[in-house]
């Protein structure tokens, strides 16, 4: 029975920066691909990021190359999105979810089988 918590969103200039926790329920997190995914007001879901089982295998969406990162820690049951370098347009809801097929895919959302309830990210000056 996985259950996924996220934490660290809030209010952040644009060009800031900000880490965004995701904590597992389980000690088997490794058997999880994780992603991160978002909804802007007004907007359908989005998908971010996406992270393999053991962390060897990322993707990013366009909009975010090169500003964010994710990553995992299995010991901790924990996956990490850090975000720098963050705009306006990066204000939304940010969610994580876990597939237990060990997949991930940005655009397949509806994929994925456990969900965090979200954490509010606002870059704003």
């Known amino acids: 029975q996985l259950q996924l918590v996220e934490s660290g969103g809030g209010l952040v200039q644009p060009g800031g920066s900000l880490r965004l926790s995701c904590a597992a329920s389980?000690?088997?997190?490794?058997?999880?691909?994780i992603g991160w995914f978002r909804q802007a007001p007004g907007k359908e879901r989005e998908g971010v990021s996406c992270?393999?089982?053991?962390?060897?295998?990322?993707n990013y969406a366009d909009s975010v190359k090169g500003r964010f990162t994710i990553s995992r820690d299995n010991v901790k049951n924990t996956v990490y999105l850090q975000m720098n370098s963050l705009k306006p347009e990066d204000t939304a809801v940010y969610y994580c979810?876990?597939?237990?097929?060990?997949?991930?895919?940005?655009?397949?959302?509806?994929?994925?089988?456990?969900w965090g309830k979200g954490t509010l990210v606002t870059v704003s000056s």
């Open positions: 979810a876990a597939s237990y097929r060990g997949s991930c895919q940005l655009d397949s959302w509806y994929d994925m089988d456990y």
């Open positions: 389980i000690f088997t997190l490794n058997y999880y691909a």
């Open positions: 992270i393999s089982r053991s962390g060897d295998s990322t």
